[in-house]
């Protein structure tokens, strides 16, 4: 079995934006907020939008999303939680369970039955580990799966519980807080070491701070917490992306920090592990979170990398 895929952090370089002004968007039941050019980075810095580039859709693109959708005929999106250059994330309601998801949407070239994610939860359940044992260590894995035949191709999304923000966006200066934390990120590397598992993309983005209770929200009460999603309507960047291959309007992802946030952590973004005794060659890593071996070709990534990654992350922190 082999736990690689592609690398899933950088993206193309966004178009330029233009000085055309939005108008306010309605959309069902969640009502929309239009971004104004005062919301972006200054035009010294507009290579960092704050959303995906429309450069990442058309066929085998990113599927095309918008608020108050329904997916999977389960899934009502109600706002976004990221993006990246191959995927987008999507906080939605699961309507016959009234639970809170987290619904990962990967771009069609990139979707494929044997995506690293779940085939490390197929992996773990054959050695009678299932998610209590994978929680229990701060571990997070798709919890669902399913598939969206869109205008830009096959594509799988992966559904996990929704979780809070990374924890170098949250975290306080309490020192018994910041021990904790990085206890529970070393159990967890540990965890996934004993198993024969390497992560090959730990950095404290892909470190999550768990949610308390969030399912007792309502549609309403959850709206008002992470505020009206804001959008940007996608006729600003050009007529060309115009068509059922565009969303008619970008999303700019909300704001968790006002949902009650525990200090626990889940370790997420599996879409790069791989079997220790199958070491890989690259990851994708950031530079500054990579061991001095991912600059070297002829030499094999491995558990040792992961632990330079937890380092780096502890001395952040």
Not at 126 to 148: K, M, T, V, Y
Not at 162 to 181: F, Y
Not at 192 to 220: A, E, V, W
């Amino acid at each position: 079995m082999t736990l690689s895929d592609p690398d899933e952090h950088e993206s193309e370089e966004p178009e330029d934006f233009t000085s055309r002004p939005s108008s306010p968007l309605q959309s069902g039941l969640v009502s929309l907020l239009p971004l104004t050019e005062s919301d972006y980075p200054s035009r010294l810095d507009r290579q960092e939008p704050p959303h995906e580039p429309l450069s990442d859709y058309g066929h085998g693109g990113l599927h095309p999303v918008h608020i108050n959708d329904i997916l999977d005929g389960r899934f009502e999106v109600i706002a976004k939680l990221g993006d990246g250059g191959f995927a987008t994330v999507w906080l939605c309601l699961e309507t016959n369970t009234h639970k809170w998801r987290a619904v990962k949407i990967i771009k069609a070239e990139h979707s494929k039955p044997e995506n690293p994610g779940l085939l490390l939860v197929e992996y773990l359940k054959n050695r009678n580990l299932g998610p209590a044992d994978w929680e229990a260590a701060h571990i997070q894995l798709p919890i669902d799966h399913f598939w969206i035949e869109g205008p830009n191709g096959r594509h799988l999304a992966l559904v996990l519980p929704l979780l809070g923000p990374a924890i170098d966006t949250q975290l306080d200066e309490d020192v018994g807080t910041i021990k904790h934390i990085c206890l529970q990120a070393a159990q967890g590397l540990a965890f996934l070491h004993q198993h024969g598992i390497c992560h090959g993309d730990f950095r404290p983005s892909n470190i999550l701070l768990r949610l308390d209770s969030i399912d007792r929200l309502g549609k309403k009460e959850m709206i008002t917490l992470v505020e009206r999603p804001w959008t940007v309507p996608s006729d600003w960047y050009g007529e060309e992306y115009h068509g059922p291959n565009y969303p008619q309007y970008l999303v700019k992802p909300v704001d968790l920090s006002a949902l009650p946030i525990q200090n626990n952590i889940a370790i997420v973004d599996f879409g790069v592990a791989f079997k220790a005794s199958n070491p890989a060659e690259f990851t994708g890593i950031p530079t500054r979170y990579g061991a001095p071996e991912h600059n070297f070709p002829d030499l094999l990534i491995g558990p040792a990398s992961d632990l330079w990654s937890l380092a780096v992350t502890i001395a952040e922190l």
